[in-house]
Every structure is written in C-alpha cells, then in structure tokens.
C-alpha cells in the first residue's frame, strides 16, 4: 500500500521568511513524488517532480529515500505563494495518491 | 500545458436523479483519465480509473453500480452518479495522463463539478 503523509494542516510565515513544508511517503517500490499546488477558486495544477530536479517558483524538493521524505522548499515566501499543496506519490501503477494537503498563507 | 476541461461545473439535482459529469482533454489524447472525489477541506481520494475502449478500475469501497464511468473515446470521460442522494454531494475532480509516449507521467486535472443533491 502507499501512503503520503503531510503532518501539517496549516502553515502560516511571514513574506521573505522561508518555508518548509513536510512530505513523508510509505511504499515499498521506486515511487515517484509530485507536488501540486491549487491556488484560491483554480484548479489543481503541478509545481513540481522530483525526477526532474527543478526549481519552479522559488520552489525545491529533494527526495531522500532514507527518511522516506519529500519536503517542500524555499527560502524566502512571497505572498502569491499562499495556497493549498498536496504532495503526491505515484507507484508502479501510475496512479497518484494525495497526501491531506497543507494550507500555506504567507503574511505581508 | 495540457488543458482539461470538465462539465458542468457545478449541478444541483434532486435526491433519486442521476448526473452526469463530463471529463474532457482538449489539446492531447488521454488512454486514462482518472476520478477523484473531494470533501471540504479534505485531500482527494481516488475513486477509479478509466480507461479508453474498458471497464474503469474501480478504488475499493467506491460502488460502481453507483458511480458509472464511461471512457468512449481518446477525448472523453464521463462520471454518472446514479439514483443520487445528499450523502453523494462533493466536489467531482477529473485528471487526463499524459501517456510516456507523449512525453512523461504527468496528469492534469480538470477545474471540478460540485455537486449538490437536494
């Protein structure tokens, strides 16, 4: 079975402050790990994968298979950043599974 | 990107009537859509799988008499909520996979149906 766990509901920091938020993952194979964003009244949309090893938006992720980790980065927050992320996990049978989503608002 | 689009947008239906809710790429063709359900301030929970030209793959404890998918053709997914009742009020999320072939495991996903049963 996978599971994705977020430990946070919400996550609340200050513009220019960094962020971190977390991503632990259960599955016995290679998965692949997303993060998705939805912005107010938009629809689900991908920030990033960790096999393309980007930065979008300011934003990083790192998998580390160790800690069985996935968590999402940058360093300093800007107000348009506030939002809902999910961080996914997709196994060998390519469906994601969401973990509950953390709520991010980013204070002026 | 990719665009999905999915319709109606929101429905409000009495208790006993079925609706269905359309799922749509619009730019790319897409062997697998997928369906998710979402309750307020919740993840989404796969509901199943479906798959142009068979039967959708249904997650456990999702009825499938109850929630019929039908995947016609490349474009198209449909989502029936039959003999629907309030307990089936939620936000119906839809997403298209961009198949390997076309690139990389990716899906992306429609704007939602909320749906209200009265």
């Known amino acids: 079975a996978q599971r994705v766990t977020q430990p946070e509901k919400l996550l609340s920091v200050f513009k220019g402050a960094p962020v971190e938020l977390k991503c632990n993952y259960s599955?016995?194979?290679?998965?692949?790990l997303f993060w998705y964003v939805q912005y107010s009244r938009q629809r689900l949309q991908l920030l990033l994968r960790?096999?393309s090893r980007e930065s979008i938006k300011g934003f990083t992720a790192d998998l580390n298979k160790g800690e069985t980790s996935f968590h999402l980065k940058k360093p300093f927050a800007q107000e348009e950043d506030s939002a809902m992320y999910y961080c996914?996990?997709?196994?060998?049978?390519?469906?994601?599974?969401f973990g509950s989503g953390t709520q991010l608002t980013v204070l002026p | 990107g990719a665009v999905v689009s999915q319709h109606p947008s929101r429905v409000i239906c009495k208790s006993g009537t079925s609706v269905k809710i359309e799922c749509r790429s619009l730019?790319?063709?897409?062997?697998?859509m997928f369906w998710y359900r979402q309750f307020p301030k919740q993840s989404l929970m796969l509901m199943a799988t479906?798959?142009?030209?068979?039967?959708?793959?249904?997650e456990q404890g999702v009825e499938k008499d109850k929630f019929l998918i039908n995947h016609a053709s490349l474009t198209l997914s449909t989502l029936t909520v039959t003999s629907a009742h309030p307990e089936d009020s939620s936000f119906y999320i839809c997403?298209?996979?961009?198949?390997?072939?076309?690139?990389?495991?990716?899906?992306?996903f429609g704007p939602g149906t909320r749906l209200t049963v009265l």
């Open positions: 997403s298209a996979r961009v198949e390997p072939g076309q690139g990389y495991n990716e899906q992306f």
């Open positions: 599955y016995s194979g290679s998965p692949e």
């Open positions: 960790h096999i």
């Open positions: 996914a996990l997709s196994g060998s049978a390519r469906q994601l599974t």
């Open positions: 730019d790319f063709q897409a062997t697998t």
């Open positions: 479906s798959n142009e030209g068979s039967k959708a793959t249904y």
